[in-house]
């Protein structure tokens, strides 16, 4: 399984920058997910147990996925943000299928996990971080896999890839910026700036930044956990034609692994 770039073909998509959360499905129909065997049809998060005896996906901030075919994360004990190919089970697959209570069992062709990394260190200023992290020109594409969902923040990104040096990519909470929530996405390509333009994912595990902030400026909330405020999140990048800024909507919480143990036999012959 790919835990870097997982590289995209070239697609001749125009790039907008006002950004919300949008359902992880690309096909016709979420619930049935009939999409061809090549191409996902879901972003998820992969939630194994803590000894990986069992694991469940995030599709939505309200829908959880079941394998009814695997019992183990092929990812470890290591949450990761991946891409997924997955169907209905069939009635010899399962005797309750569809979806209850927010959960629903469903058979994987395959999954593939994306680079998934923290959020890193924010120095005293834009200019030291770019000085640390680069500064390198990138553009953010405005897709299904781009969103802000369940404590992570995936993007679909495209530069120059010559194929002769590893990018990196790194996000920062800028503490020093006067804004809630504001991120900026820092690009090193260590030289590698004049091949082709190419796509690739990233997701950033922000969930503690968020879990801090909710605190400070949502204080005393006690809303049902998978369903906190809806808060609005700014990410910053240095694109090929200057910074650029974009907005995306958000909602603090996911599932509880608690509760969600206690359904897995509910999908299971």
């Known amino acids: 399984m790919k835990k870097t770039f997982y590289l995209l073909a070239l697609g001749l998509l125009t790039t907008a920058f006002t950004l ?20 996902p049809n879901a972003l998820v998060t992969v939630k194994p147990n803590a000894d990986n ?25 290591k949450e990761v943000r991946a891409l997924l190919n997955y169907r209905m089970p069939t009635k010899e697959e399962l005797e ?17 996990s994306i680079l998934t990394k923290p959020v890193v260190v924010n120095f005293a200023s834009d200019e030291e971080n770019r000085q640390k992290y680069g500064s390198d020109p990138l553009e953010i594409v405005d897709d299904w896999v781009t969103v802000a969902e369940d404590g992570y923040l995936t993007l679909r ?7 002769h040096q590893k990018h990196i990519v790194n996000l920062v909470h800028r503490t020093d910026v006067n804004t809630p929530y504001y991120f900026t996405l820092y690009h090193n390509a260590q030289g590698d700036t004049n091949g082709q333009m190419g796509d690739a994912l990233v997701a950033f595990n922000i969930s503690t930044e968020l879990t801090k902030l909710d605190t400070v400026i949502n204080p005393g909330d006690d809303a049902p956990e998978g369903n ?17 800024t974009a907005r995306f909507k958000f909602r603090s919480g996911n599932a509880s692994p608690e509760k969600l143990e206690g359904l897995v036999n509910r999908c299971f012959e």
């Open 96 to 112: 309750k299928g569809g979806i209850f209570g927010g959960i629903s069992c469903v058979y994987v062709n395959w999954i593939d």
């Open 157 to 163: 990104i495209r530069t120059r890839l010559g194929g």
């Open 20 to 39: 919300t959360s949008c359902l992880n499905n690309d096909c016709d129909d979420p619930y049935l997910a009939v999409c061809p065997i090549d191409r």
């Open 53 to 77: 005896t069992a694991f469940w996906m995030q599709l939505t901030d309200d829908i959880v996925l079941w394998p009814v075919n695997m019992r183990q994360s092929p990812f470890g004990t």
């Open 228 to 244: 906190g405020n809806v808060d609005t999140l700014t990410l910053e990048w240095q694109s090929y034609t200057g910074t650029k």
